[in-house]
Structures are given as structure tokens and as C-alpha cells.
């Protein structure tokens, strides 16, 4: 969060600071290196077609225009078939959906096709003794119908002896086609021949509507294409909804720059510092933000004598950019940036003390206990404030709940049809 603390760290030691970071290609990876203190020398930011198995790339958007999510996704499994046959139709494919429910219907799906083509076991690459043998250690119902057809289904909603199962009979192609959900791309390294994202949306449950997958989360997506063992190159299938064949196009090919997302957790992070010590005064909270990379962000470099506090010499001789309207500053002039800096503490220090986080003296801040319980359990400000406010030492289970129930930190998790059921 901000570079004050390795730079001590290097200073107390004596030795450099060594960083091993790992990402896509970055537009602005100077930018980065820079806020690091990392010399030009030890930067390496490599284009995104720099690959061990080089990737194809195929978008494809005809045929899918319609404006309700479910009815675009059900039009996109023919396609995902007939990506399988064309590109892949030995190798191992894995299929990224957006939810437990489309990686059933898919897999369905695509049972059906085979069918068609009078060749319902395709992708089922184990003798029938085998195949029942394992079948016998299955729970999800699901997941046992779909694996005597070669298809494997991977999601939170199967017990952890049936993802183990799937991942290990799909890493020995005892299966040829696994369908899962986008949380793979981060976790198990299952690499395939042929990668193909069913459609870049998602439900999100804190904004209760489709939204679309962060482009970090497509590029991980399509980098599971390719197996540098055994592949020469590898393949990856898009199918994006009419009107956003254009976007991924470009930005698919080209390295996206990094932003600083500190504006959005500020509060908790201030409210650490002054639970550690660090910030003591407004002044305290000014000088750290000058260490962020948000900081960076918004204020212009310059190479030569610096002609005011706010300005920051660089490494790169000209080659760093800032982006101040990113964060809502159109102005990036030294007098505007403190303005801007002042505001966003003063705010801050005040929706802590109204959360009962933190006591204001003057200028002096001090923390209080809501802050510290916030500080040592990793809590939004909001949520200590919510239980402060209503949980009292009489104060029933059921209510309890509700109140628990409340944290803003479960915002994010939407609840499916079948759990309201269960819940009720």
C-alpha cells in the first residue's frame, strides 16, 4: 500500500528490497516500478503475445443480440459444440460459465449435441468398468450423470471430494471436457488445449445485476489455454454478447494500464494507522498518502529540480504518465492535488468518528475501541459501527443474526433460489 515502509526497511538493512511480481502486460508498468523504486534495469514488462505456448485467439459474437442474459447464454452452446469439434476435438477443453446453474445446462447441452452426431461419449476417454468404479464415489447427482458422457462439472457447489475427483480425472484425460465456473482460472492449474469462454458476465449480488468480467479475469481465463508440454500452441474461443465484440478486441491485444483502488477502502486503512500509531495528526495522514500509489497517480513528475513538495523526481526520464481524472481531479497542479488530498482525509476522519472509530482532537486523532476491533479482525468501518450501535448485552440470537446478516462485507455474496428455500 505504500512504499515507505520497504524503503525503511532497505535503509535499516543496508541491502535492497527485492519485489517478484507477477501480472498481464501493464501499459503503465513504469508507473509501478517507479512508486517501487525499482531501477530501469530490473524491469521487465513483456508484450501479451510473449507466451511459452503461444495463444489463438477466436471472438465470436454473431448470433447472440438478444438483451436477456439466460436466453443469450442457452444460444451460445451450439457455438461452444461446435468450437470443440472444430478446434479441439481430441484435446482438452475447458469451458468457463459464469454460474453453478450454467455449468450444468452446458454440459447438458453439449450431451444432447453429441448425441446428435450419433457419438454421445465422445469425450469419455476410460472403459466402462473404470467409468463405474468412479461413478460409485460421486454425491452430486449432477456431476454422476454428466461424467458418463466425458464431461466434467467444477464449482463451490460440489463437496471437495468430487472437485478433487473431476480436477484428477480430467489432469489424466480420462475426460475430455470440463465445464467450471470463473473461480478456476484463479485456483487449481488445469491447462487445456482449447479454452472457451460461454459469454463475460456475471451476477453480481452487491449490484443485483450482470456485469461484466474484469478484463484481468478473461486474460487469466484465456492463459489457461496451452499446455507447454504437450501443445505447440494454443487456442482460446470468446463468445461476447453483439455490442462488446469490439471492446474485447482491443483490449484483448493490448496491455491495460494500473489504477490505484485505495479511494474505495481509504477508511479501513487510515483506521489501521491510527490503531498502529502511525497517524497521529491530519498532517501524519497527508504525508502517507504521499507514499501511495495513488498519490503517483494523480500528482505530474519532473526530472529536474523540484519546484514544489508535491512533485516526485522519476527514474524514467519522461516515460511516467499520471491519470487524475481517473479519480475524479481534472487539474493535476501541485495547489489542486493538496486540496483534493486535504478533502479526502478531512472526509475520511470524519465518517470514522461519526462510525465511533476514532476520537478527533484539533488536529490529533486517537483510536477508540470500535476502531481497534475493526484494526485486529480486518473489519470494514461500517460493519463495527453496525454492531456497536445495535448489539447490546441483551440482545437475542435472532436479532443477532439479522444483524450479522447485515455486514457490508457479505454484500458481495448473492443468494441463489435453491438457498432461500433451504434458508426458509
Keep these: 500500500l505504500s512504499s515507505q515502509g520497504w524503503r525503511y526497511i532497505s535503509s535499516q538493512t543496508e541491502r535492497a528490497v527485492r519485489f517478484v511480481g507477477l501480472s498481464t502486460a501493464?501499459?503503465?508498468?513504469?508507473?509501478?516500478?517507479?512508486?517501487?523504486?525499482?531501477?530501469?534495469?530490473?524491469?521487465?514488462?513483456?508484450?501479451?503475445?510473449?507466451?511459452?505456448?503461444?495463444?489463438?485467439?477466436?471472438?465470436?459474437?454473431s448470433g447472440y443480440p438478444g438483451k436477456f442474459y439466460c436466453p443469450r447464454m442457452n444460444s451460445m452452446n451450439k457455438p461452444t459444440y461446435a468450437a470443440i469439434c472444430t478446434h479441439s476435438p481430441t484435446k482438452p477443453v475447458l469451458i468457463f460459465v459464469s454460474s453453478r446453474r450454467q455449468t450444468r445446462l452446458t454440459a447438458l447441452d453439449l450431451i444432447q449435441f453429441a448425441a446428435s452426431d450419433e457419438h454421445p461419449r465422445q469425450f469419455l476417454r476410460m472403459p466402462e468398468e473404470a467409468l463405474q468404479m468412479i461413478l460409485s464415489q460421486v454425491s452430486d447427482q449432477n456431476l454422476r450423470h454428466t461424467l458418463q458422457f466425458g464431461?466434467?462439472?467444477?464449482?463451490?457447489?460440489?463437496?471437495?471430494?468430487?472437485?478433487?475427483?473431476?480436477?484428477e480425472l480430467f489432469a489424466n484425460n480420462k475426460i475430455q471436457v470440463l465445464v467450471c465456473t470463473s473461480t478456476l482460472a484463479w485456483g487449481v492449474n488445469l491447462p487445456a488445449h482449447l479454452v472457451i469462454i460461454k459469454g463475460?458476465?456475471?451476477?453480481?449480488?452487491?449490484?443485483?445485476?450482470?456485469?461484466?468480467?474484469?478484463?484481468?479475469?478473461?486474460?487469466?481465463?484465456?492463459?489457461?489455454?496451452?499446455?507447454?508440454?504437450?501443445?505447440?500452441?494454443?487456442?482460446?474461443?470468446?463468445?461476447?454478447?453483439?455490442?462488446?465484440?469490439?471492446?474485447?478486441?482491443?483490449?484483448?491485444?493490448?496491455?491495460f494500464p494500473v489504477e490505484s483502488s485505495l479511494r474505495e477502502q481509504l477508511h479501513e486503512h487510515i483506521n489501521a494507522e491510527i490503531v498502529s500509531g502511525?497517524?497521529?495528526?491530519?498532517?501524519?495522514?497527508?504525508?502517507?498518502?504521499?507514499?501511495?500509489?495513488?498519490?503517483?497517480?494523480?500528482?505530474?513528475?519532473?526530472?529536474?529540480?523540484?519546484?514544489?513538495?508535491?512533485?516526485?523526481?522519476?527514474?524514467?526520464?519522461?516515460?511516467?504518465?499520471?491519470?487524475p481524472a481517473y479519480y475524479g481531479l481534472e487539474d493535476p497542479e501541485p495547489h489542486t492535488v493538496s486540496s483534493y488530498l486535504s478533502?479526502?482525509?478531512?472526509?475520511?476522519?470524519?465518517?470514522?468518528?461519526?462510525?465511533?472509530?476514532?476520537?478527533?482532537?484539533?488536529?490529533?486523532?486517537?483510536?477508540?475501541?470500535?476502531?481497534?476491533?475493526?484494526?485486529?479482525?480486518?473489519?470494514?468501518?461500517?460493519?463495527?459501527?453496525?454492531?456497536?450501535?445495535n448489539i447490546g448485552p441483551y440482545t437475542s440470537l435472532e436479532v443477532f443474526l439479522h444483524i450479522l446478516s447485515g455486514a457490508s462485507e457479505y454484500d458481495e455474496l448473492p443468494v441463489r433460489h435453491n438457498e432461500v428455500i433451504s434458508i426458509l
Excluded at 219 to 228: C, F, K, N, T, Y
Excluded at 287 to 296: E, S
Aim: proline fraction near 4%.
Design 26 to 61: 501493464l501499459a503503465n508498468a513504469h508507473d509501478l516500478a517507479d512508486w517501487l523504486g525499482v531501477e530501469d534495469i530490473g524491469l521487465f514488462n513483456f508484450k501479451p503475445s510473449v507466451r511459452p505456448v503461444p495463444l489463438e485467439v477466436h471472438i465470436q459474437a
Design 200 to 255: 463475460t458476465e456475471y451476477y453480481d449480488g452487491k449490484a443485483k445485476r450482470y456485469v461484466d468480467f474484469p478484463i484481468t479475469d478473461i486474460l487469466q481465463m484465456m492463459g489457461r489455454a496451452g499446455r507447454p508440454q504437450y501443445d505447440q500452441h494454443g487456442k482460446a474461443v470468446i463468445l461476447v454478447h453483439e455490442p462488446k465484440k469490439s471492446f474485447y478486441k482491443k483490449f484483448l491485444y493490448e496491455p
Design 343 to 389: 478533502s479526502l482525509v478531512q472526509d475520511t476522519f470524519e465518517d470514522l468518528e461519526d462510525s465511533g472509530c476514532i476520537k478527533i482532537n484539533g488536529d490529533s486523532v486517537e483510536p477508540l475501541m470500535l476502531g481497534s476491533i475493526a484494526s485486529q479482525y480486518y473489519l470494514k468501518y461500517l460493519t463495527v459501527s453496525m454492531f456497536g450501535s
Design 151 to 167: 464431461i466434467g462439472l467444477h464449482h463451490a457447489g460440489l463437496n471437495d471430494k468430487d472437485r478433487s475427483l473431476t480436477e
Design 278 to 323: 502511525t497517524i497521529c495528526h491530519k498532517e501524519d495522514a497527508l504525508h502517507y498518502l504521499t507514499w501511495t500509489y495513488l498519490f503517483r497517480r494523480l500528482i505530474g513528475f519532473s526530472d529536474g529540480p523540484e519546484s514544489s513538495s508535491w512533485h516526485v523526481k522519476s527514474k524514467f526520464h519522461g516515460t511516467i504518465t499520471v491519470n
